[in-house]
Structures are given as C-alpha cells and as structure tokens.
C-alpha cells in the first residue's frame, strides 16, 4: 500500500474510539480521513457513479427524503439552522457512500481499517475499563485534556453507546477470524459490555436497551429472511405500523400539559424516566399541530412550547424545575416526525426497510456477513430512542463509518465466495 493508503486507512480505523475522548479528537481524525479519501475519489473520478447510486431504490428514496426536509426547511420558522442541519446530513450520507466505494473497491485499504479499528478499541476500550474498575486514578491521563472537571462517575458515559455500536463488529471478528484477531474481539467483547454496565454505577441505559432490543430486531430478522423481497416489504411494512399505532397509544398514556407535575411519579408509566415521558408527550402535541410538513430539522427545542418550563417531583426528595424540552426529544421516530412530519417519518421508514430489505436478501444468497450491518442498524436504531438527537454530528458520523465498514464486508464476503 503507498503511503497515502497506509494513511487513510489508520485515520479512519482510530477515528471511532477517539470519540471516548470527545467530538474533537473524534473531528480531528476522522475529517484528515475524509481529506484522503476526498483526494482518490476526485482524482479516480468515482463521482462519476454516483448516479447509479442515485438510480437505486435506496438512492431514490434517500433523494426524496432529502427533498422533502428541504421542502420543510423553506417553511421553518428557523430556516437557517435547518438548513445548515440538512446540509450536514446529506454531507454525512455521501460520505458514507464515498468511504464505502472505497472500502469495497481496495481490500488492502478495507483490511487495514478494520484491524486498526479493533486495535484502537482494544486501547481505548482497555483504558476505560482501568478506569472504571481497576485503578481509577488513570483518569488523570483523560484529565490532562478536559478544560472542566472529570469525574468517573460521567467519564466516557457518551461511549458507551458507541461501544454497543462496535459489539457487532466485535462478534463478527470473534466467528471469522483467526489467531490473534480473534482472541483480541474475543476479549473484547465482555470490556465492552463492562464499560457499558460501568460497575453499576450510573449505567447507560441506553446502550444496554439497544442492544437488548437489537436481539429482538436480529430474532425478527432471521424470520423475515425466509420471505421473498415482496413479502417482506409487505409484512415489514405491517409490523411498523403495528408498532405505530401501539407506540401512539402508549404516548396518550404519558402526563400531558397542563397537568400536576408533583403528581407526576404517581401517574407516570414505569419507564421511562419521568422527565422523558413528559418530553415526549409534549412532542407528541407538537407533532399534531405540524402533522403534515414538521417544523424543520433540529429546531424543536427552539419553540417557545419547548421552553415553558414544569416542576418534576423525579423521587422522593428529588424536585426539579425544568425546560419541557431543554434540547430534543430523546427519541429519534419521534424527532424525525415532529421535525419532518410525518410523510417525512414514513419516507425514513421507507429508507431503513430498503436497506434491510437489501441485507435480508444478502444473506437468504449466502452472504451471512450481512448479519453484521443488521446488527449495527438494531443497536443504533434502538439506542437512539432513548439519548443523543439524530442530528448530533458526532453520532451521525459513528454510525455512517461503521455502516460504511460494515456493508463493505458484505461486499468483500461476496468476492471471497
């Protein structure tokens, strides 16, 4: 491999676990990384297939969901901060192509990637782990580079959700490889559900709940993979309307305003958190005023109803007063609605069921490393409707890198058979 390759390929491998130290570390890598990848893609002239990208039903969908959030960006009261979002994910979903044609099209590059992505989640993943239930004073270490105080009681909580997106992957190394990398993704695979449970100690509910519920999406999977790609558009598209309807049901049983917020612990439904249920059934109310168009991209917690503040009676000793919605809903589906519409909802629905459409096919063919990419779609899919928005740059650029890597393997498992 030249030099530039050599590069490229260790910039985007280090990338993912430089997010335990921030979004800057993480920014840093990662966009020398697109620089490099950048530079082979104009000067071998790749943008030249991007119009069969386009032409696919994955590209045309993708298309009309862009389009469509454009369409509402025009009529947001803040058209330029949902512009500015816009623009970055388009830029985010292109990227991922662009990396993705060059994972699949040069394997030196693809196998140095993924085997410095392991490495470098063996270090970081190791060093959180000290940390947390070894030696806790390793977190000066960390410290040196905070401007605020660090406690390890918070320390890499926002990780754990990118560790939960790495276990797939993980997985897939400890099933196909051989020799040292296995061992390593054997290893790694219980750190990384400890760093997660965090000795118990402020647990990231998140992580855990995505990989739970990702179990339940691979279980779902494996059935639906029996079915032709018709059927399975048509009883995929069934079961999401199902969980609809039941999810709209279960937002009409959440306090909503005006209401008694000292009262609120003895009405509120056992999960999730209080603050959350009241969150989301504010948004709920704002989804029913812009049903249609949606209010424009990460722009929600700009509405003066988001700002109206309510006192939360969270346990026994424990009263707040806070914003009804102080930043985002904490629940992507219910983001995308209230930020899209709803037509902007069901074309993202559309978006996800092509892709996993795509894989289910895949591997009914024999590609079974297609059960990889499946893996990271259900854990990061599922986590994402309890934290980070949707629209954080930094959890939208993990999830389009590992996808990226992940549909490359599919790729690379293909020529191999």
Avoid at 142 to 167: E, G, H, P
Avoid at 399 to 413: D, E, I, K, N, T
Wanted: glycine share 6%.
């Amino acid at each position: 491999m030249e030099r530039f390759e050599t590069a490229k390929a260790v910039l985007l491998g280090i990338s993912i676990p430089m997010a335990a130290f921030g979004p800057a570390p993480l920014a840093v890598t990662l966009g020398l990384a697109v620089l490099l990848v950048l530079r082979d893609f104009i000067r071998e002239k790749r943008y030249l297939d991007l119009a069969e990208a386009a032409r696919a039903p994955l590209g045309l969908s993708l298309l009309l969901l862009l389009g469509w959030c454009l369409l509402g960006a025009l009529f947001s009261s803040e058209k330029t901060f949902s512009l500015i979002t816009l623009l970055r994910t388009a830029l985010s979903v292109l990227l991922c192509h662009v990396i993705f044609q060059q994972l699949r099209d040069k394997q030196a590059f693809f196998n140095l990637a993924v085997k410095t992505l392991l490495v470098s989640s063996a270090i970081v993943i190791g060093y959180i782990f000290i940390v947390q239930y070894l030696y806790p004073e390793a977190l000066e270490i960390y410290a040196q580079f905070r401007s605020s105080d660090t406690k390890v009681r918070w320390a890499f909580k926002a990780f754990s959700s990118v560790a939960a997106c790495l276990i797939p992957i993980f997985l897939w190394f400890s099933i196909t490889k051989q020799g040292y990398w296995r061992i390593c993704a054997l290893i790694l695979l219980p750190l990384a559900i400890a760093i997660i449970w965090r000795n118990g100690i402020n647990t990231s509910r998140s992580a855990l709940f995505g990989l739970a519920g990702s179990i339940v999406f691979l279980a779902l999977c494996f059935i639906l993979q029996h079915f032709s790609k018709r059927r399975f558009y048509v009883i995929f598209t069934g079961i999401l309307i199902t969980v609809s309807l039941f999810s709209a049901w279960l937002l009409s049983a959440m306090p909503h305003y005006p209401f008694d917020g000292m009262a609120l612990v003895d009405i509120a439904l056992p999960f999730p958190d209080p603050h959350r249920q009241v969150i989301w059934a504010r948004t709920a109310e704002i989804i029913m005023d812009h049903p249609f168009m949606g209010i424009g991209l990460n722009t929600i917690n700009l509405l003066p109803q988001a700002q109206e503040t309510v006192t939360l009676k969270f346990a026994p000793g424990m009263v707040k007063t806070i914003e009804f919605i102080p930043s985002h809903p904490h629940n992507w589906i219910l983001e995308i609605a209230v930020e899209a519409g709803l037509v902007g909802l069901a074309i993202t629905f559309a978006c996800f069921t092509i892709l996993i459409g795509n894989l289910l096919h895949a591997i009914r063919v024999g590609q079974n490393t297609a059960w990889v990419p499946l893996g990271l779609i259900g854990v990061f899919s599922i986590s994402s409707m309890t934290n980070f928005s949707i629209w954080t740059s930094w959890w939208q650029a993990i999830f389009f890198v590992l996808l990226a890597l992940c549909l490359a393997a599919v790729y690379h498992h293909q020529e191999t058979n």
